[in-house]
């Protein structure tokens, strides 16, 4: 399970830290904001397809939003 803050609204999109991300299916509990509690699903294979961005630290997959699936 890989744990998020909230997505990045301005834009839609979610940052996944590169390590956390494993092949197969991946859930993304969201811990904050109007998403707190949900838990999303979304392909490592997809994931890895996203282009990459930073969070100010590390590097991260910028998922959009609305590629995920509601669990």
């Not at 996944?16 to 969201?30: C, D, M, R, T």
């Not at 811990?31 to 590390?58: F, H, W």
Request: aromatic content about 8%; glycine content about 8%; some cysteine.
């Amino acid at each position: 399970m890989i744990t998020i803050w909230e997505p990045r609204w301005h834009d839609r999109v979610v940052l996944i830290a590169k390590h956390k991300v494993s092949g197969g299916l991946n859930k993304i509990k969201f811990t904050k904001g109007s998403l707190a509690g949900k838990v999303y699903e979304a392909e490592g294979s997809m994931i890895r397809k996203c282009p990459q961005d930073s969070n100010g630290k590390i590097t991260c997959y910028a998922v959009p939003l609305d590629k995920l699936t509601l669990k």
